[in-house]
């Protein structure tokens, strides 16, 4: 049972490149989130999405785009990096039972110079 | 907008020791609280859920505490051990599908 697994763990990005964050959770959670956490800001929320082929902004959404084709991955984009967007980005899920515990996965360390 | 507030300095406390966290919210009250768990380097786990409708949640050395009154959700670490250092963060979700998270508090358990 792998939960929420995110790849790749770390990236070192070069200013106005691109990449794509997987997240892919096996929980069958209808609900999906990108974060990226910050020291001392705490965790922000970039995008949503609470079901398959859907995505909403979250707090800090620009710099950034998601899709979610299929249940159960979530992808974030970053189509023109900045050092600003250097952090590390958390996907999570959850079902929409009540209750809601909030799955997370390891982390992705993203670097941008 | 809902606010969720936990203090931002970190807590030291003696082994054997109670731990207390404070996670205080500003408006409605939440149907749940949560309480994760965050090591460095590691994404948060989930350790306890408290109800609107719950006073109080026990699990082995943990329990919560929720006081609609005071607006505030109180996290007990019973005789704690230096493994039990770690952020601590809280979490409310109500009528939304948006969790919100408060910025945690570092536990720090010398021997």
């Known amino acids: 049972n792998a939960g929420v697994t995110q790849t790749p763990k770390f990236r070192v990005l070069k200013t106005g490149q691109s990449m794509t964050l997987l997240c892919a959770q096996d929980m069958n959670h209808e609900y999906m989130y990108w974060y990226r956490q910050d020291p001392g800001m705490g965790l922000r929320l970039i995008h949503y999405?609470?079901?398959?082929?859907?995505?909403a902004k979250g707090e800090v959404p620009d710099g950034y785009n998601v899709s979610r084709l299929k249940k159960q991955n979530f992808l974030l984009g970053l189509e023109s990096a900045a050092p600003s967007q250097t952090s590390v980005y958390f996907c999570?899920?959850?079902?929409?039972?009540?209750?809601?515990?909030?799955?997370f996965g390891e982390g992705s360390w993203l670097t941008v110079v | 907008s809902q606010k969720i507030e936990q203090n931002s300095e970190a807590l030291n406390i003696q082994e054997g020791k109670t731990a207390t966290l404070t996670c205080n919210y500003t408006?409605?009250?939440?149907?749940?609280l949560q309480w994760y768990r965050q090591d460095p380097g590691r994404g948060p786990v989930f350790l306890l859920l408290?109800?609107?409708?719950?006073k109080e949640k026990r699990k082995e050395r943990l329990k919560v505490t929720f006081d609609t009154t005071l607006k505030q959700s109180l996290f007990h670490i019973t005789a704690s051990q230096p493994a039990d250092s770690a952020t601590y963060l809280c979490a409310q979700l109500r009528g939304s599908y948006i969790p919100t998270f408060g910025r945690g508090t570092s536990l720090i358990v010398h021997p």
């Open positions: 408290i109800r609107e409708n719950e």
């Open positions: 408006n409605y009250s939440p149907a749940y």
């Open positions: 999570a899920s959850r079902s929409a039972d009540s209750g809601n515990t909030i799955y």
């Open positions: 999405s609470v079901g398959e082929g859907t995505t």
